[in-house]
């Protein structure tokens, strides 16, 4: 799926496509792919299915151009579409076997943990949570006890931990175990986990793929066509956790200001956790780009172009101080998720609720493509009124 260019990610997502000549996405040469709202396909007179459809629980056409942009950004073999991150990441649990052995991160996304500590045991699962952001961490658990997948989020939210994935790789083949990334906050302009050595990357494309805070959708891609990934494709089908072909076509129009929207949240963000790490209300701030920050030098060997738009700061004032500036934002919305044009800031010990490694005096903020002046001025404002 993946096709070979010499074009830059920048003008791939510009045009929506990496098959510059569209006959294959786009027979009536319309510039933009149609939305095929098919549910069903015709059979061959000679009771054939040629085109390789039959019915849109499993494909559907209009799922071709993002995935093959995906597929191709990532430098990957292939890549699907699903209804939700959370379908995406689901899936590769899923597909593995009752009775299996998964390794994950203490700091990672945590309605994924809470699935993993849930369904996931329910399922059968052995889940073990360990913080794959130390050095040498993941190596020690594999060799105390193999795993069949090891899962990482790099960086991982909401305290922006940066896990080694090329030397978790390698741990990863000398102990036969499978490598899956979430790559949501690297985004595929960032980091590449597939030519690092993961045998999975995985998006909430719902952030920054689609960027505008309008579209619910996932995407996972793979660095070979293995009997594995079959399974995950097989899985999407029968389950039918595929999105709807105008969220598709919604999430490919996202897409192609991709390169714009993530410098713009990358250069802000490097700048506001300079900018605060200054103030006076401020106790810390957790960034990968500040060169105080734990995982400052891997994040610089594996992270490209930028350091990503997510932050989070802690308050000299604590919860409640947290909690107020929150309220006091004009500018900055106050709301869960990430990854979009416009800045949110949450309070993430409220919605993680009990056990959460998250301090409370965190505030998370998704930093948007506002003027960065204004940004800042409008958190000044809110710490001290
Ligand atoms: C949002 C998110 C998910 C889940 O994705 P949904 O599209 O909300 O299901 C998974 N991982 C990370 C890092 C996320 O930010």
């Not at 940066?162 to 499978?178: F, G, N, P, T």
């Not at 891997?298 to 947290?322: D, P, T, V, W, Y």
């Amino acid at each position: 799926m993946t096709q070979k260019t010499h074009f830059a990610p920048q003008s791939l997502l510009a045009q929506g496509s990496p098959c510059l000549q569209q006959h294959d996405i786009n027979e009536k040469q319309s510039l933009i792919p149609p939305v095929y709202n098919s549910t069903t396909y015709l059979r061959d007179e000679d009771n054939q299915y040629r085109s390789g459809r039959v019915y849109s629980r499993a494909d559907n056409p209009t799922y071709k151009a993002p995935e093959t942009l995906i597929a191709t950004l990532e430098e990957a073999a292939d890549a699907r579409i699903f209804s939700s991150g959370m379908a995406a990441a689901t899936a590769v649990f899923l597909a593995l076997k009752p009775g299996d052995h998964v390794i994950a991160p203490t700091i990672m996304y945590w309605a994924l943990r809470n699935w993993l500590r849930t369904f996931g045991q329910d399922f059968g699962l052995h889940v073990r949570f360990i913080d794959t952001h130390v050095d040498g961490a993941v190596e020690a658990a594999l060799a105390e006890h193999p795993a069949r997948l090891v899962w990482l989020e790099t960086p991982g939210n909401p305290l922006w931990t940066v896990s080694d994935i090329a030397a978790i790789a390698q741990s990863c083949k000398k102990h036969d175990a499978l490598l899956a990334v979430d790559s949501t906050v690297a985004t595929p302009l960032l980091t590449r986990p597939l030519s690092l050595g993961a045998d999975l990357v995985m998006h909430s494309a719902t952030k920054y793929l689609n960027g505008h805070s309008d579209v619910i959708s996932g995407a996972l891609a793979t660095t070979e066509d293995s009997a594995f990934w079959q399974r995950i494709v097989a899985l999407r089908a029968q389950n039918g956790c595929v999105p709807g072909p105008d969220d598709a076509a919604q999430l490919l129009r996202g897409m192609r200001t991709l390169h714009l929207r993530v410098r713009e949240s990358c250069e802000s963000a490097l700048w506001l956790a300079e900018q605060l790490q200054e103030n006076p209300h401020v106790a810390e701030v957790l960034y990968p780009g500040l060169p105080s920050f734990a995982g400052h030098e891997i994040a610089k060997r594996q992270m490209h172009n930028g350091f990503g738009g997510m932050l989070s700061i802690r308050l000299k004032g604590g919860a409640e101080q947290a909690i107020k500036t929150a309220a006091r934002t004009r500018l900055w919305k106050r709301a869960t998720s990430l990854g979009g044009v416009e800045s949110l800031i949450e309070h993430r010990a409220s919605i993680e609720g009990e056990g959460t490694p998250v301090p409370d005096d965190l505030l998370r903020l998704s930093v948007g493509i506002e003027y960065r002046e204004d940004l800042l001025r409008d958190l000044e404002q809110a710490f001290q009124s």
